[in-house]
């Protein structure tokens, strides 16, 4: 009888300690923490109407590239960008560089505010993180480049130094301001030849089945919160690129003269400003719902002020990717105090697959989270179906009704 006493105290105590030590030990960034978050109940936050400026000139189809020509072109003024991305499918090595044309009879000098793109290769992951990198991490390549009356020249010199040997992605970004139109193209040809003579040759490529490319209003898109995140609410998120909650730009190929829309909103800088308030801190994660994932985010905290902090986060941060058939995969991204205003930048990169979620998860929700881990750890039956710690506890009270 003592020795059953013995073994049943012995018992209880292992299990809270059990209990205890995995709720004290948790991290958010423990993994079975993570995935009872991503299934977790949670609310869309509401959110002002989107604010899109610029225009994106978006070179994506042929995606694969086995002529030589013009792959996109278009006349703009403004503030706009250029994002590409092809794969040379031809058997010898080439070139995509980005062209200004100057149609009018006046010197024109377009500002080229930055110019950034990744190292060819055959990983289109690899591409579209490195080049997300790339944009939020390095600084803006900037220079004026002046364009002659009814006259060519190249908008990157850099552009044309670089190599695309056959089957690999090149993928690159230039942000433009001019204050007269200026026809803009994105062009691929073989690594000898001179783009500016290339170009008067016209040869403009048709697109592929994809149709992904075209002239959209809103390179930059402004995102705000309606009213302030309250941690009281319980577990929000911001959903990113459905359609829906987040709706696709809508504009025109100007090539094959049709209306189009930019499937994924490849190549727009998010900006998603959110207030936040309640108690403790809010722990931020990552959920890619359509597939596998590759980029970053920038994180923004105190925003314009002398204590301004920024941080940048790879999604995934010790992989490649992320998502791949798994839309509960998830990354945790950071913690802040709630009474924050928190800033995130994020572009959606040509490889990657949309829609995505960021998941704003209270410290009250977030404990709920490890507790209800730590109560699985007990292998006691039933456990995953009690909340919180009640499994190890009615286990402890089934052991004390055996004295």
């Known amino acids: 009888m003592r020795k059953s006493k013995w073994y049943t105290y012995v018992s209880i105590g292992l299990i809270w300690l059990g209990v205890v030590g995995i709720v004290q030990a948790a991290s958010p960034a423990d993994m079975d923490v993570m995935k009872y978050i991503s299934r977790s109940s949670m609310t869309p936050m509401a959110m002002q109407p989107p604010v899109d400026t610029g225009t994106l000139l978006f070179s994506d189809s042929p995606e694969y590239a086995g002529a030589d020509g013009i792959l996109y072109a278009d006349k703009v003024a403004g503030n706009a960008r250029l994002y590409f991305y092809h794969v040379n499918d031809n058997a010898y090595d080439r070139k995509i560089v980005a062209v200004a044309y100057n149609p009018s009879s006046k010197l024109v000098i377009a500002q080229v505010k930055n110019c950034q793109y990744a190292q060819p290769d055959t990983s289109y992951y690899k591409v579209g993180k490195e080049l997300s990198t790339g944009y939020y991490k390095n600084a803006p390549a900037a220079g004026g ?38 026809v803009i193209s994105s062009v691929i040809m073989p690594v000898e030849e001179d783009p500016i003579s290339f170009m008067k040759q016209q040869v403009y490529l048709p697109s592929d089945r994809s149709k992904l490319r075209g002239t959209f209003r809103g390179k930059d898109r402004l995102l705000k919160t309606l009213i302030p995140y309250m941690t009281q609410i319980g577990t929000g998120y911001i959903k990113l690129g459905d359609n829906v909650f987040d709706r696709f730009l809508q ?92 800033t995130l930048h994020v572009m959606p990169p040509g490889a990657a697959n949309l829609p995505v979620r960021f998941i704003f998860v209270p410290e009250k929700n977030y404990r709920q989270a490890v507790q209800a881990v730590a109560a699985q750890h007990t292998d006691t039956p039933g456990a995953e179906e009690m909340p919180g710690a009640a499994a190890g506890n009615a286990r402890i009270q089934q052991l004390l009704a055996e004295l």
């Open 145 to 182: 480049v002046v364009i002659m009356p009814q006259d060519y020249a190249l908008l990157s010199e850099a552009l044309n130094t670089v190599t695309v040997h056959p089957a690999e992605l090149f993928s690159g970004i230039l942000d433009i301001h001019t204050s007269s139109p200026l």
């Open 251 to 342: 504009g025109w190929d100007s090539m094959d003269r049709r209306h189009t829309d930019d499937r994924g909103n490849y190549g727009v800088d998010y900006t998603i400003q959110v207030q936040t308030e309640g108690e403790g801190n809010i722990h931020l994660y990552f959920n890619p719902q359509g597939g596998a994932y590759a980029g970053v985010a920038e994180i923004i905290y105190n925003k314009g002020t002398r204590k301004e902090h920024k941080k940048i986060v790879s999604l995934p941060e010790h992989t490649l990717s992320l998502g791949n058939k798994d839309m509960y995969a998830i990354q945790y991204v950071d913690t802040f105090p709630a009474g924050q205003e928190v």
